[in-house]
């Protein structure tokens, strides 16, 4: 078993959805990271949190500690919100053990 | 600041040969980070390096990868020789961390992707 689970792994939606991305692990962490990678390959953090909610735009993620879960909402979803959304943990001080993504397509 | 600057961007070379990555973090930052993405893998982290130390390398294949972090400004990731199943896109991250609990975020370089004939 994967120690960072994300589901769906895949996800369609047209444009103007709400959208929520789940990631849950399993092991101890100091915080955790949602990050983007769009088609072209780059990666960008969009959030790190460690408890709480932070708001960023359209995007919203949270977190709970105790039940080891959290989730990215993407409001009013846009085509250019079209990428794959990668869950990662930190552990130790600071490395990373990462989800396998979800891929998330938005239709006009 | 122009952000984690990786080189070369894209690499082609046979099995066998030596293959070495560049990158370079953000002036400032104290730690580095290599990750390989793979179709089958996603995204693994090779080894991590704080003030130019590595301290992690338990996510390195195996001997043929080497990486070494000279100065603050400037890291290395060798392969050789390299092989087949080394294909795979490498990515470099900075981040500046406190330590200990911090919630620094990471900054990624574009990556450099690597196909080995």
């Known amino acids: 078993k994967n120690e960072v689970e994300q589901s769906p792994q895949n996800l369609t939606a047209q444009e103007g959805e709400f959208i929520t991305i789940n990631c849950s692990y399993s092991?101890?962490?100091?915080?955790l990271h949602w990050l983007q990678q769009h088609p072209g390959g780059g990666i960008v953090s969009l959030f790190m949190l460690s408890s709480g909610k932070k708001k960023h735009g359209r995007l919203i993620a949270t977190i709970n500690i105790q039940e080891k879960h959290s989730s990215l909402h993407i409001t009013a979803s846009h085509p250019r919100d079209s990428a794959v959304y990668i869950c990662a943990v930190k552990v130790d001080t600071d490395k990373l053990i990462f989800g396998t993504g979800t891929r998330l397509q938005v239709f006009p | 600041d122009a952000g984690v600057i990786q080189s070369p961007r894209h690499e082609v070379t046979e099995m066998g040969q030596e293959v070495t990555l560049r990158c370079k973090p953000i002036s400032g930052h104290d730690y580095l980070f290599w990750y390989r993405q793979t179709m089958m893998r996603g995204l693994e982290l090779l080894i991590y390096?704080?003030?130019?130390?590595?301290?992690?390398d338990s996510g390195m294949p195996e001997d043929r990868f080497s990486a070494k972090m000279p100065n603050a400004s400037f890291s290395t990731l060798k392969i050789q020789p390299s092989e087949p199943r080394d294909s795979a896109v490498y990515f470099c991250?900075?981040?500046?961390?406190?330590?200990?609990?911090?919630?620094?975020?990471?900054?990624f370089g574009p990556g450099t992707r690597l196909t080995v004939l």
């Open positions: 991250a900075s981040s500046l961390t406190a330590g200990g609990y911090s919630t620094d975020t990471q900054y």
């Open positions: 092991v101890g962490i100091s915080a």
């Open positions: 390096f704080n003030n130019n130390v590595p301290i992690d």
